[in-house]
T-cell receptor
């Protein structure tokens, strides 16, 4: 079974500062990888997905970006954070042959 | 209109009750249907996965999909206080993108 690691678990950043969130996956090869954001009391919003190394698709135009430097590593970045970037960020991994996705523990980001 | 509608609750039931959670959707192309459980400040955990219409049972949990009505349900028998969480429905089309569309979640409280 696959395990998804995310760090940091919590982060408090000032407006205008950079951001780097990391996700790594164990137990599977060539997974589809996803970044979601969950606002308080709301559903999950898909931000980025990747079907392979260097292949990133953006779902929502914004000041965030994603990269996949290795098969099982997915990074979410920003050059300058906005207040509206606050939220719970979740990394997920899915198998190409099914549509199930497995989630990491999440990173809670507060932008002040 | 949202693609997936889910009553946010909260839904409060006594221990031992049968719980019914539901989602409706508008996209007839959805073929894969999932239920996730999310405890406070944690990542979602996959509970049930169903392809197309029909029922699926796993222990105390039963998932039902009625594609003709665009309606899915999750039943929890003999509910326990440990079942208190937010339940998210999710679904996807049969495409390589394999991205899930989530409901906003129903918060369930099981009273001891």
């Amino acid at each position: 079974s696959q395990t998804i690691h995310q760090w940091p678990a919590t982060l408090v950043q000032p407006v205008g500062s950079p951001l780097s969130l990391e996700c790594t996956v164990e137990g599977t090869s060539n997974p589809n990888l996803y970044w979601y954001r969950q606002a308080a009391g709301r559903g999950l919003q898909l931000l980025f997905y990747s079907v392979g190394i260097g292949q990133i698709s953006s779902e929502v135009p914004q000041n965030l970006s994603a990269s996949r430097p290795q098969d099982r590593q997915f990074i979410l970045s920003s050059k300058k954070l906005l207040l509206s970037d606050s939220g719970f960020y979740l990394c997920a991994a899915g198998l190409a042959i099914t549509d199930t996705q497995y989630f990491g523990p999440g990173t809670r980001l507060t932008v002040l | 209109q949202k693609e997936v509608e889910q009553d946010p609750g909260p839904l409060s039931v006594p221990e031992g009750a049968i719980v019914s959670l539901n989602c409706t959707y508008s996209n007839s192309a959805f073929q894969y249907f999932m239920w996730y459980r999310q405890y406070s400040r944690k990542g979602p955990e996959l509970l049930m996965y169903t392809y197309s219409s029909g029922n699926k049972e796993d222990g105390r949990f039963t998932a039902q999909v009625d594609k003709s009505s665009k309606y899915i349900s999750l039943f929890i028998r003999d509910s326990q206080p440990s079942d208190s969480a937010t339940y998210l429905c999710a679904m996807s089309e049969n495409t390589g993108r394999r991205a899930l569309t989530f409901g906003s979640g129903t918060r369930l409280q099981v009273q001891p």
